[in-house]
């Protein structure tokens, strides 16, 4: 099997990567090294892949780049290729979003709109729900809170404009808070517990009493190669990890695994940030067979040791 996975180089696209190359496929991989955060995070991300004989990569723009002959012979297209990111996404930097989250899945999704795909999986993201009821159904009236959110409800649009028009083999995948070992340092594991092992304090945005629903790394990583398996098409599946939790309980759990005690300052809401979510998953278990496998205390102690490890080679 042949694939193309693009934003390869980032958290969920370098493991979905590896992933695939576990089960022997030939992996073909763009990325766009965007400046969101540091290129040599997303350096690293690479190293073990570009060792495998079966992955190549490509560094370039997907607006820009002549895409016929990575494409050539693709059976299936993973596109995880985004600018993320919800309180950066107001204002100025809008221009961004409607770039790399709009035109970049109109380009791909009009280049390949006659290509035999089995699959192009298409990812998507919880916050196309903003303050939705909970849990967060598929069905549910969508009423994004921030520009981010806005964009990937568009691409999400497109996916099912081309899956109607061209019956191209589309499946929209929504992840919940993805996390584990390499997840972006913007993120609320990552800075908590960066804060954490290093004795810091550390920034809560509101009271700390919002909830969101964890999907380990390698949860999201399996119910996206079940999507590519399945015989599913045009349909828009929530990925989430089957618990709601605050995030001051997610506090008291990083104390526990770490002895530390946890030095904290509660700020602001930011615009944007959902006070909830919550992933109804019924349509994942029904369609994908999928059921989240990593109870998030043991996800958090693998993060905390991959990131005490990486503290430790500096």
Request: aromatic residues 10%.
């Amino acid at each position: 099997m042949r694939a193309l996975v693009t934003g390869v180089a980032g958290f969920i696209g370098s493991h979905l990567a590896e992933g695939l190359l576990k089960l022997g496929w030939e992996v073909r991989a763009i990325d766009s090294f965007t400046d969101y955060y540091s290129r040599k995070i997303k350096e690293n991300n690479l190293k073990n892949l570009k060792e495998n004989k079966n992955f190549s990569f490509q560094e370039g723009n997907l607006l820009e780049l002549d895409l016929k002959k990575t494409l050539e012979g693709i059976d299936y297209l993973f596109h995880l290729a985004a600018q993320p990111g919800v309180r950066k996404s107001w204002g100025k930097n809008f221009g961004i979003y409607i770039r790399d989250n709009i035109a970049v899945t109109q380009r791909l999704l009009e280049e390949v709109k006659e290509f035999p795909l089995k699959k192009f999986i298409l990812a998507s993201s919880s916050s196309v729900y903003g303050e939705s009821p909970l849990p967060m159904r598929e069905d549910n009236v969508l009423r994004p809170i921030s520009p981010y959110g806005i964009t990937k409800l568009a691409s999400e649009g497109l996916g099912y404009l081309y899956y109607k028009a061209y019956k191209m083999p589309v499946i929209t995948l929504r992840y919940f808070t993805v996390y584990g070992p390499r997840q972006r340092p913007d993120m609320a594991f990552h800075r908590f517990i960066k804060a954490l092992l290093n004795d810091k304090e550390i920034t809560i945005y509101g009271d700390g009493n919002q909830t969101r629903d964890f999907t380990y790394i390698s949860d999201a990583v399996e119910a996206t190669i079940k999507a590519a398996w399945s015989e599913v098409t045009g349909e828009i599946i929530n990925i989430g990890g089957g618990a709601q939790v605050t995030v001051n309980e997610t506090l008291k759990i990083l104390e526990e695994i770490t002895n530390k005690k946890i030095k904290i300052r509660y700020i602001e809401k930011q615009k944007g940030d959902v006070l909830h979510t919550s992933a109804n998953i019924s349509k994942a278990k029904k369609l994908l067979n999928y059921q989240p496998k990593v109870k998030l205390r043991e996800g958090l102690e693998k993060e905390v040791a991959w990131l005490a490890t990486a503290k430790a080679q500096k």
